[in-house]
Structures are given as C-alpha cells and as structure tokens.
C-alpha cells in the first residue's frame, strides 16, 4: 500500500496542473500468473474516478484497466489505446480496443502495452503481445506506434504490416540499466534496480518524430 500512496502523491501533480496523462499497468501492478490477475488496488488509486471528469479521458473498460484518450497535439488528431497487463489476450478486451479504434478510425492512434517487444525488436513470447498485434495493430490501419515496456532493454522497430503500411514499435524498459554512466545501484526486494525515472520526450512535427531521453 505504501508504494501505490506514493504513486497517487506523484500523479497529483499532473492532476493539479491539468496535464493530460494516461497509465497502462504491468505484472508488477497486478501480478504476473495469468490466473491471479489483481486489479483491486489499481481500481483504488487509478480507476475511472481519477479521470473521468477530465477533457481528453474518452472511456475505460474494467475500471480503467483498459482506457483510451482524446488528443490533439498541434493539428493531428490522436486517440490513444491503453491495454492493461494479463488482459490484453482476452476475448472483450479486443472487442473493446477494436471497436474504439474503429470508430475514431479517422485519428491517428497508438497503442500503450505492458509486454509486446523483446530488447532484440522481435515480438515477445507471450499469448498477451502477439494477441495485442494480430488481433489489435495488425486490423486497423490507423494505428501508427505502439509503446511497451516489460523486457529490459530499448528498441524500435519499423514493422511492415503490409505492402502500403509501417507501424512504428518503441519498446523502453531501464530497470536493470547497467552503463557507466549510470553506475550507481540500490537494492530493492533483494533486486538491484537503478533505472527508476526514465522518460522519454517525443516531439511530434509534419512527417516527423523527434525522441530525446532523460533520466
């Protein structure tokens, strides 16, 4: 509990100063068994309440473990397709996402997912990403990038889906980043993790997207 008080404390400050923002759980939010899945403390402090009163949330299903937002940034319109961790493969998951894409069919839209890509750019080995892509990314044109996490490591991949269509697949995941530069670790749980505050900044321009990196 202590950890997710912490969590809803550093949101606030995106909820104070109205800055859109969407959240996507993963395995350490709700657990990793497939058949154990745990969306009660997620619902407490991040469910439909903490967003249905803002301009870009458009709708959620299961108490926001799936959500999309409304966007516009510049003069493109996007729709923005969150799908939670260890429910991405289930059958009303992907009617939900599809049926969201299709009838903003007319924005460009990107998908925000848990597991999906390995550090090497190849399709992680899980029931949950390769159902997000064929049941998901690959049936419906308008979605341009998809963003993950999950596997430690980066990666981006240019995905042709067909002969007239790319998707562009951003995988970014630093809690084991071991570099000189970032030498310094602490131990959490009896793991070493000294990734924590990562981020990365995409401007977008007419045909054009520019990536920068913080830490």
């Keep these: 509990?202590?950890?997710?008080?912490?969590?809803?404390?550093?949101?606030?400050?995106?909820?104070?100063?109205?800055?859109?923002?969407?959240?996507?759980?993963?395995?350490?939010?709700?657990?990793?068994?497939?058949s154990s899945i745990d969306y009660s403390y997620y619902s407490n402090y991040f469910g439909n309440f903490r967003f249905n009163k803002t301009d870009h949330f458009g709708g959620s299903l299961y108490d926001n473990a799936c959500h999309y937002d409304l966007i516009t940034i510049g003069q493109y319109d996007f729709v923005v397709v969150y799908i939670g961790?260890?429910?991405?493969?289930?059958?009303?998951?992907?009617?939900?996402?599809?049926?969201?894409?299709?009838?903003?069919?007319?924005?460009?839209?990107?998908?925000?997912?848990?597991?999906?890509?390995?550090?090497?750019?190849?399709?992680?080995?899980?029931?949950?990403?390769?159902?997000?892509?064929?049941?998901?990314?690959s049936k419906n044109e308008n979605v341009k990038m998809v963003f993950c996490g999950h596997n430690d490591g980066t990666a981006t991949v240019k995905k042709q889906v067909n002969d007239n269509r790319y998707v562009?697949?951003?995988?970014?995941?630093?809690q084991f980043i071991q570099t000189k530069s970032y030498a310094i670790s602490h131990n959490i749980n009896g793991m070493t993790c000294n990734g924590e505050g990562f981020m990365k900044e995409l401007v977008i321009t007419e045909n054009n997207v520019k990536i920068t990196t913080f830490s």
């Design 85 to 137: 961790f260890g429910i991405e493969y289930q059958t009303q998951t992907i009617k939900w996402a599809n049926e969201v894409l299709q009838r903003y069919s007319h924005r460009n839209a990107i998908v925000a997912t848990h597991g999906y890509l390995n550090p090497d750019g190849t399709m992680d080995d899980t029931v949950q990403g390769q159902s997000v892509y064929d049941e998901i990314v």
């Design 168 to 174: 562009y697949e951003l995988l970014n995941c630093y």
């Design 1 to 34: 509990i202590a950890e997710w008080e912490i969590a809803t404390k550093a949101y606030e400050v995106l909820d104070n100063n109205n800055v859109p923002y969407g959240i996507v759980a993963g395995n350490h939010d709700v657990g990793t068994a497939l």
